[in-house]
């Protein structure tokens, strides 16, 4: 799943930096979701749905079996299936979910073109030749209003991520939306301190 910021100052993307803007804002983008991960190389595809909350630094994923929250600091993932929750140091450029960084932009080695569609949605599309960038290719398409519909993304390796949001609408921020607190029996394995 994936979430984006900043714009090459040359460029005007309208859509897009009212969709950042709200970000800047303190909104919170708040939708249910289906995210495919379709491997070029072997053919799997993982398929993950829940609900999802994306503020300017932080997210929230909750799907059946886990919980992921990142504060821009911390990341606190719940695995239900095994009982515990794994905390760790975030590291943004490791985060290959990372929803902030298709929603809130890309830096200036990302093309950003935008195009108006006749239904009244807008489709955004990020591009790079940088062959460091996480994402080669990414399309995000907005409805009339400005809310997220779905999110394409192609990284280096060809893979393909996309995701499908349902029900989207922004909410103001409010620290409860991101506080995480453990099921009570789960272990709790805290990797900060093996740094």
């Not at 859509?15 to 053919?43: C, K, M, P, S, W």
């Not at 460091?132 to 990284?155: C, K, Q, W, Y």
């Amino acid at each position: 799943m994936l979430i984006v910021a900043g714009t090459g100052s040359e460029q005007t993307s309208p859509t897009f930096d009212d969709l950042r803007e709200r970000f800047e804002q303190n909104e919170v983008f708040y939708a249910t979701f289906i995210h495919e991960f379709n491997d070029t190389f072997t053919g799997e595809q993982q398929i993950t749905e829940g609900t999802i909350w994306v503020g300017k630094d932080r997210y929230k994923i909750e799907s059946s079996n886990s919980i992921m929250v990142v504060d821009g600091e911390i990341s606190r993932v719940y695995d239900g299936t095994k009982g515990r929750v794994i905390i760790s140091e975030y590291v943004e450029e490791e985060d290959d979910f990372a929803p902030s960084r298709m929603l809130q932009g890309v830096d200036d080695s990302y093309m950003v073109r935008e195009e108006a569609a006749s239904d009244g949605r807008t489709r955004v599309h990020l591009s790079t030749d940088d062959p460091f960038a996480m994402f080669a290719n990414v399309t995000i398409i907005l409805s009339s209003s400005g809310i997220p519909l779905r999110i394409e993304a192609i990284d280096q390796v060809d893979n393909e991520l996309i995701t499908y949001f349902r029900n989207g609408r922004f909410i103001m921020h409010s620290d409860d939306l991101f506080r995480f607190e453990p099921p009570q029996g789960a272990e709790l394995i805290d990797l900060r301190h093996d740094s």
